[in-house]
């Protein structure tokens, strides 16, 4: 687990507002950490916790041997309220639980604290009971709400939150930390993909031991291919290789994920940035011939239709329908 000295060095501003604020005693009753995914949103609000409770804590550093700090790490904390997304929304139902919970006094301390990951799903009654609560501020108790996208949080919930912007990481330098690891075997061309999609040093070595990212990529590769040489076939393609090939909702999200990443490679290609590829090796012939065809207006609408096609299947539209009418709009 980071201390807040680790932080320094990958979160550089949003480390020392947290640790002027613990310096000085001057903890806000509400968070709202905002950042991509992979810039460690989690790490910043599981540390904050263990900074309030921890029963050694030196200075402004939580001990991370105590039975408390082990427990928030652990996620079984009495004082330490979780709530993430059922399915894709946070209901009702989950904030009504919380504020139940929250009538009593800390179990062990006097504090109580309560992190919600994935803010962006709360539902509008769920933000308007989560916005109540915020209103009426119990000394003792602290919100943090963890979010990758904080434009998506309602203006009245953002304005009684203190803002922690989490910046994206250097991915030169987490590729190279990939490339570097012992356990794992990772070649550049495979770290330049992970870095496209986390910061999150677990979480891309859990995408690498799947190995279903490599298999999507190979999709996706097969896609552009059928749009350059064989774009009458495209729609085909969706039914015969596509949907076959990446049979659940995570895997298609993937796909749409990959190809994002994909179009964005060969509109940096174009603009002379080779450096900046992700998706396609060095000398790929697949990218110099979509260069080639791919005028740039029209990889730039393809990046709309895919950002809105990104869009619906977050609203669980239909995989196949989200996919049919992308090929179409291509």
Do not use: A, N
């Given at each position: 687990m980071q201390t807040w000295s680790d932080l320094q060095s990958t979160q550089p501003l949003a480390s020392k507002i947290m640790m002027n604020s613990l310096k000085r005693n001057r903890i806000s009753h509400a968070y709202l950490i905002q950042g991509s995914r992979g810039t460690g949103k989690k790490t910043f609000a599981m540390l904050l916790a263990m900074t309030l409770l921890c029963e050694q804590r030196q200075a402004i550093e939580p001990c991370q041997r105590c039975n408390t700090c082990k427990r928030i790490m652990s996620g079984n904390h009495p004082d330490v309220h979780w709530i993430e997304p059922e399915g894709r929304t946070i209901r009702n139902e989950q904030i009504d639980l919380l504020r139940k919970e929250f009538v009593y006094t800390g179990l062990e301390t006097s504090k109580k604290m309560y992190i919600i990951s994935g803010a962006e799903a709360l539902t509008v009654n769920a933000a308007n009971?989560?916005?109540?609560f915020l209103e009426e501020p119990d000394m003792e108790t602290t919100a943090i709400l963890l979010t990758d996208n904080g434009q998506s949080i309602i203006p009245t919930i953002r304005s009684r939150c203190q803002i922690i912007d989490l910046k994206p990481l250097d991915q030169k330098a987490f590729q190279h930390r990939l490339m570097s690891l012992e356990s794992e075997t990772i070649s550049e061309n495979n770290a330049r993909l992970l870095s496209a999609l986390t910061n999150n040093i677990d979480d891309a070595i859990q995408y690498h031991q799947a190995e279903t990212i490599y298999r999507v990529r190979d999709v996706v590769s097969e896609l552009i291919y059928e749009l350059l040489v064989q774009y009458e076939q495209r729609y085909l393609f969706v039914h015969q290789k596509w949907l076959p090939q990446l049979t659940d909702r995570k895997e298609q999200e993937l796909g749409l994920d990959l190809l994002i990443i994909a179009i964005k490679d060969i509109v940096h290609f174009q603009m002379g940035r080779e450096n900046h590829t992700f998706l396609f090796?060095?000398?790929?012939?697949?990218?110099q011939r979509a260069v080639n065809q791919f005028p740039q207006k029209r990889l730039l609408q393809m990046?709309?239709?895919?950002l809105q096609a990104r869009q619906k299947m977050n609203q669980n539209v239909h995989p196949t329908l989200v996919m049919e009418q992308l090929v179409l709009q291509f």
């Open positions: 009971r989560i916005l109540k090796q060095s000398g790929d012939g697949l990218l990046l709309k239709d895919l």
